[in-house]
């Protein structure tokens, strides 16, 4: 009788230990836009792991990534800063607006510019306006940085919002790089130059964000619709995603993931919960419907 007490016993320990492991072996991959995660999710996600033991584990690449990846099954969830396209990779996706993001322009923090017009941004954009000095700076030459392509979050974003042409170009003379983070680190490097990012990340760094027809990129004027280049920040889950994904998204959009997003910096769907009407009404003058298929 000793023996098998003991062998239960045995089985019993074995069977917790099992049991402890899955748990703790339970992940969701998320992948995707650079500015989500660069903004919130590794709070978001190390919050969420505290709570239930489910790794989240995140890779960047960029808004179209988290899309496509998704809806090919190649992961669980992924953040994106635009809305889906109509391409057949696209499909299959919804993507749950979780925060209010914006538009930044920024430039070293040397330069002593301070503000843009939106008809400024557009001619620099352009390569009409090619030195500082035409808009109130010093004598130097403009270096304008943009996002590889036309899809990518940011770079989709800025021609729809600012010139209302989702196949704008910019101007030849534009350096191009392949996301925001290396923007971003660009402008923090390099003297006179002048970018698109997003703020819920480009606040985290060393560069200048200009304000835009007088307003500063605050999280009141983001929050009021004063600022004027808002954009949702969005959650991307296959449709009929499986409970563990699910869940997360519940945690992410209660109170407690939305107080996460909020330290942060970005705003919150309560506190842009007057945005969605006016951000439709800019993306339909654009040529575009945002939503998920």
């Known amino acids: 009788m000793r023996k098998i007490s003991i062998l239960f016993g045995a089985v019993a320990v074995l069977g917790i230990l099992v049991v402890g492991t899955t748990a703790q072996a339970l992940e969701l991959n998320w992948v995707g836009c650079g500015i989500t995660k660069k903004a919130f999710m590794k709070e978001v996600s190390r919050a969420y792991t505290e709570k239930t033991g489910v790794v989240i584990t995140l890779q960047g690449g960029g808004a179209t990534r988290g899309i496509v990846d998704v809806a090919a099954g190649k992961a669980d969830m992924g953040g994106s800063c635009r809305h889906v396209l109509m391409r057949p990779e696209e499909r299959g996706v919804r993507l749950i607006p979780v925060g209010w993001d914006a538009l930044a322009v920024i430039?070293?923090?040397?330069?002593?510019?301070?503000?843009?017009?939106?008809?400024?941004?557009?001619?620099?954009?352009?390569?009409?306006?090619?030195?500082?000095?035409?808009?109130?700076?010093?004598?130097?030459?403009?270096?304008?940085?943009?996002?590889?392509?036309?899809?990518?979050?940011?770079?989709?974003?800025?021609?729809?919002?600012?010139?209302?042409?989702?196949?704008?170009?910019?101007?030849?003379?534009?350096?191009?790089?392949?996301?925001?983070?290396?923007?971003?680190?660009?402008?923090?490097?390099?003297?006179?130059?002048?970018?698109?990012?997003?703020?819920?990340?480009?606040?985290?760094?060393?560069?200048?964000?200009?304000?835009?027809e007088g307003k500063e990129l605050s999280y009141q004027n983001i929050a009021a619709g004063q600022y004027l280049l808002f954009r949702p920040l969005y959650l991307?889950?296959?449709?009929?995603?499986?409970?563990?994904?699910?869940?997360?998204?519940?945690?992410?959009?209660?109170?407690?993931?939305?107080?996460?997003?909020?330290?942060?910096?970005?705003?919150?769907?309560?506190?842009?919960?007057?945005?969605?009407?006016?951000?439709?009404?800019?993306?339909?003058?654009?040529?575009?419907?945002?939503?998920?298929?």
Not at 137 to 160: C, F, L, N, Q, T
Not at 265 to 273: P, Q, Y
């Open 107 to 212: 430039t070293h923090k040397s330069n002593p510019v301070d503000s843009l017009t939106l008809e400024q941004i557009k001619n620099i954009f352009d390569g009409m306006i090619i030195n500082w000095k035409q808009v109130g700076g010093p004598d130097r030459m403009i270096k304008v940085i943009a996002r590889e392509g036309k899809i990518s979050g940011v770079g989709r974003m800025a021609r729809e919002l600012v010139f209302k042409n989702p196949k704008k170009d910019f101007t030849s003379d534009a350096k191009l790089v392949k996301s925001s983070g290396p923007l971003e680190k660009m402008a923090e490097k390099t003297p006179w130059v002048v970018g698109f990012s997003g703020i819920s990340s480009a606040r985290k760094r060393n560069v200048k964000i200009l304000k835009i």
């Open 236 to 293: 991307v889950i296959k449709r009929g995603a499986n409970q563990e994904v699910k869940n997360f998204v519940q945690f992410i959009m209660s109170q407690e993931g939305q107080n996460i997003i909020k330290g942060e910096g970005t705003v919150t769907l309560k506190d842009g919960s007057n945005l969605w009407r006016t951000y439709t009404a800019q993306m339909r003058d654009a040529g575009t419907t945002p939503g998920t298929f």
